[in-house]
């Protein structure tokens, strides 16, 4: 059973701050890759960020130098900071992970954490 498990959304107004967390096990934290994807409604699933087993990170251009996906690996925990948020960003975050030190396609997600901001 995988353990993701998302915090941390809200609604917040354009130009606005939201930090996500997501705590999973301890190995999933240690080992895999993680990051955030985001659904709006009608739209498809995106890759927001993810975060391999070395640290190194990467992110859907939509979301380059706003949002930053960090671990904290005595914590078991994944975050997600973003900044001067737009109403596009909003919809359903979900953790993932591919299950894999590298970051391939994600196989599985969290339930997910909603984030809404208004013009």
């Known amino acids: 059973q995988v353990q993701l498990v998302e915090s941390g959304g809200g609604s917040v107004q354009a130009g606005g701050s939201l930090r996500l967390s997501c705590v999973t096990s301890e190995y999933y934290a240690n080992n895999y890759c993680m990051g955030w994807s985001r659904q709006a409604p009608g739209r498809e699933r995106e890759k927001v960020a993810n975060?391999?087993?070395?640290?190194?990170?990467t992110y859907a251009d939509s979301v380059k130098g706003r949002f930053t996906i960090s671990k904290d690996n005595a914590k078991n925990t994944l975050y997600l900071e973003m900044t001067n948020l737009k109403p596009e960003d909003s919809g359903m975050y979900y953790c993932?992970?591919?299950?894999?030190?590298?970051?391939?396609?994600?196989?599985?997600w969290g339930q997910g954490t909603q984030v809404t901001v208004s013009s």
């Open positions: 993932a992970t591919p299950q894999s030190f590298h970051c391939f396609e994600f196989k599985h």
């Open positions: 975060i391999d087993g070395r640290g190194r990170t």
